[in-house]
């Protein structure tokens, strides 16, 4: 009998420890731990060299990537299974990284990378003419 209550602890601590959200579709869903939504900003500041080389971003939006904390919205349609946008608002546009299906994968999850400008009403600061096509 007293195997079994220790049994019963140890499965209600286990199941306890998981965070529950509710998705856009109005279900249950697991949630993603705050050390995996960091691994998704991790990955994100990883793949901003290449986006500096590439000239998708500014020397200073990729500084200010690396220095600051983004938004992280996430969409559940299953127990860690979605999208989740990473967010970052810098100078005069946003940065995002979004990640699609399964995003605690051992691989990095499927991504897609895009800019869009802030209306100057919002930001109320020059643009940062140094990118081309400006």
């Not at 699609?100 to 919002?122: A, G, K, Q, V």
Request: glycine share 6%; net charge positive; hydrophobic share 35%.
């Amino acid at each position: 009998m007293g195997k079994f209550f220790v049994c019963l602890a140890a499965m209600l601590m286990l199941s306890s420890c998981a965070t529950y959200v509710t998705g856009s579709d109005g279900n249950q869903y697991e949630a993603l731990t705050e050390k995996e939504i960091d691994r998704l900003i991790i990955i994100s500041r990883k793949a901003m060299p290449e986006n500096l080389k590439k000239r998708l971003v500014s020397k200073r939006e990729y500084e200010d990537v690396m220095r600051t904390l983004p938004t992280v919205k996430i969409d559940y349609r299953g127990d860690k299974y979605g999208t989740a946008t990473v967010i970052w608002r810098t100078r005069g546009r946003k940065v995002e990284f979004q990640y699609h299906d399964f995003l605690t994968d051992e691989i990095i999850p499927r991504c897609s990378f895009s800019t869009s400008y802030i209306p100057d009403e919002e930001r109320r600061i020059q643009p940062d003419y140094s990118l081309p096509g400006r």
